[in-house]
Nanobody
Framework: QVQLVESGGGLVQPGGSLRLTCAASGFTFKNYRMAWFRQAPGKEREFVAG????????YYGDSVKGRFTISRDNAKNLVALQMNSLKPEDTAAYYC?????????????????WGQGTQVTVFS
């Protein structure tokens, strides 16, 4: 049974930091590119960050470049998102996703598996 379980969300003040973690199971983790997406109420799902199979190549959405960092540990089947300098506009549900395909990493429709999401709220 495939599972992607996110954790680490919560409430934080602007300028603060959070670290999200996604634990994967039920598939061969090293064969999948991994990404984080987010969705705020009334908005479309947005690409946040992605990593290739080894974690060598990383990609970021324009709104988070320089503030967020994605990492993966293939030995532990984990992918993490370190979020620094958080802003109120970062408030959203954050989802971990996995793709076995070779399409554009920023395209949500190309992902095979999704987690249930973890809520991040940035408030002053």
């Amino acid at each position: 049974q495939v599972q992607l379980v996110e954790s680490g969300g919560g409430l934080v003040q602007p300028g603060g930091s959070l670290r999200l973690t996604c634990a994967a199971s039920g598939f061969t983790f090293k064969n999948y590119r991994m990404a984080w997406f987010r969705q705020a109420p009334g908005k479309e799902r947005e690409f946040v960050a992605g990593a290739d199979w080894s974690g060598t190549y990383k990609y970021y959405g324009d709104s988070v470049k320089g503030r967020f960092t994605i990492s993966r540990d293939n030995a532990k089947n984990l992918v993490a998102l370190q979020m620094n300098s958080l802003k109120p506009e970062d408030t959203a549900a954050y989802y971990c996703a996995a793709t076995s395909g070779y399409g554009h990493i920023m395209t949500a429709s190309g992902y095979d598996y999704w987690g249930q999401g973890t809520q991040v709220t940035v408030f002053s």
